[in-house]
């Protein structure tokens, strides 16, 4: 864009020389219309905009910024993210790289880990097994009394035998949940463990 003087030499030339005599800062900033302007102090108008601060001799000593678009705010945040996803990275890589002296080393802490899980994962199955066995008994004693039972003159089914019932459903349902979140979990350690061997050898430029 051409740009057009707001002032003239002799302008700049008297500006320069109050700014000798004085502490005052000499500012040039370019307005929308590509209108270059000097001055000791900045219009409201322009403080949104870029201005350049010159010494006494008429040299850029400092750049005020001007006002951020959505654009450039954008583009920082962008680039924050970038930043700090590099530095969770290398303080990764760098406890990595303390923790463990080889892919062997990993794997082994790896199966350790598996292992127990896969102890909760048994010892879950046998107890959740007992229970649905204790399950079965208590229904077969509730097909002895109504509601359960066809016979129109049996008798109602007592309260213990009713809590039991339901305590017993409740405590496998709870540990169901127990055994999905041990297998998920191993899966997951799994997964981990698989990433870490795989940086490891991109560390170690073992690929």
Do not use: C
Request: aromatic content about 6%; overall charge negative; hydrophobic content about 40%.
């Amino acid at each position: 864009m051409k740009l057009f003087f707001a002032s003239s030499a002799v302008l700049l030339s008297l500006s320069l020389g109050a700014v000798a005599d004085s502490p005052q800062k000499l500012y040039k900033w370019i307005d929308e219309d590509g209108v270059v302007h000097f001055g000791d102090s900045v219009p409201a108008r322009y403080s949104d905009l870029e201005k350049q601060v010159l010494n006494e001799h008429g040299v850029t000593v400092d750049v005020v910024r001007g006002k951020k678009t959505a654009e450039e705010k954008a583009e920082e945040a962008r680039q924050a993210e970038i930043r700090l996803a590099q530095e969770m990275q290398r303080r990764a890589d760098q406890a990595l790289l303390a923790t463990y002296l080889s892919v062997a080393e990993i794997e082994m802490h790896r199966d350790r880990r598996i292992e127990l899980f896969q102890a909760q994962t048994r010892v879950t199955e046998l107890y959740l097994r007992n229970q649905r066995r204790r399950l079965e008994l208590l229904m077969e004693e509730a097909n002895k009394f109504r509601p359960y039972s066809t016979d129109a003159d049996a008798p109602m089914i007592e309260r213990d035998l009713v809590d039991d019932i339901a305590e017993t459903k409740e405590v496998i349902e709870r540990h169901q949940g127990n055994l999905a979140r041990f297998q998920d979990d191993e899966q997951q350690i799994i997964a981990r463990f698989d990433g870490d061997i795989d940086r490891f050898k991109t560390l170690k430029g073992l690929n």
